[in-house]
């Protein structure tokens, strides 16, 4: 089987391919830590949680945002005290800060798994790299 020099350059990276998924709890965070936050705030900010290496796409954030609200977890209303354009303020619900609490354990639970993956895959490598004589 012949390899190709590309083939490494065809993959996307992982936190490309799935941070749609870890948009959520970083918007529930963030929220959590303020009493209201503008959409673009949150672009700003939600690369500092940590949760994802990839740039987050403005219109993914306020997809989850519409998401987030039609499930009551966060409600906005409309600012207009500046006198400039009215802009979206967006606050956790209590029900918001009960699905932030979910998210947090299941995060713990995979920083569990995920510690127990790069271990395996230390032992893993290294032992590749003896039978190959690396």
């Known amino acids: 089987m012949k390899k190709s020099a590309h083939a490494a350059e065809a993959v996307l990276p992982p936190a490309a391919r799935r941070q749609a ?22 672009r700003e900010e939600i690369a500092k949680v940590g949760l994802t290496d990839a740039e987050v796409d403005a219109s993914a954030i306020y997809r989850c945002l519409r998401w987030l609200e039609k499930q009551e977890q966060v409600r906005s209303k409309w600012d207009t005290a500046d006198g400039g354009a009215p802009k979206r303020r967006y606050e956790l619900t209590e029900f918001g800060v009960k699905s932030l609490s979910l998210w947090a ?8 798994s995920l510690s127990k993956y790069l271990v395996r895959y230390r032992e893993g490598a290294a032992r590749y790299r003896r039978r190959r004589k690396i």
């Open 21 to 42: 998924r870890m948009i959520e709890p970083a918007i529930l965070l963030l929220l959590l830590e303020r009493d209201g936050v503008y959409g673009y705030e949150l």
């Open 105 to 112: 354990d299941l995060l713990r639970r995979r920083r569990e």
